[in-house]
């Protein structure tokens, strides 16, 4: 096929794709203006309180970057909580159904009156926890991964998501690759915590 054909070619490619052409010396300029970037900054298990700008360091490309603003978010949370309850969870708060609702308690005791808190519990499949839910039977392989996938998925996120995970850290069971989990975590803006027990 001689050079002649080329240009035909890249024509038909760029019509069934659907890109458009702009004209040459036509320049497109885009920026960010501001990153948000959630920490959270502990000192013996305990919150750091009254942390400004200057407590901070931001590198970007190993060059230091402007913080405009370090400030405690007072929007509401929307936490989403897993339990670990497969065959492999040698936990006797999620052999025991008090110990499962002790849990799930304790985090409710942290959040304040606009804060909402959904609990799912899993093992090879997941499932919300409701008030009407039956006891929990631990048993089955750990999927993880998929259910932490299929959270950030089903539920609709607010601006301030945080996602816990409550497993024994061993998945043996989810079947979605791993790096489709965490592009579609790292999209979330759903801050994890995967908690080893």
Known sequence: MGNSCIPGLLAAALLLSGTTLLPLGLQFRTGTEAVEIPVTVLQK??????????????????????ITDASIDARPLDVTLLVDTSESAELSWVKADAGFASAAAGVQRLLRPDDSLTIYRFAETWERVTADAPPVVPGGQTAIFDTILST???????ARSITIALTDGLDTASTVPRGITRAVADRSDAVIHVVAL
């Open 45 to 66: 298990n305990r919150p750091v309180v009254g942390l400004t700008a200057a407590d901070f360091r931001i590198l970007e490309d190993g060059h230091p970057v402007k």
């Open 152 to 158: 950030l998925v089903e539920k609709p996120r607010s």
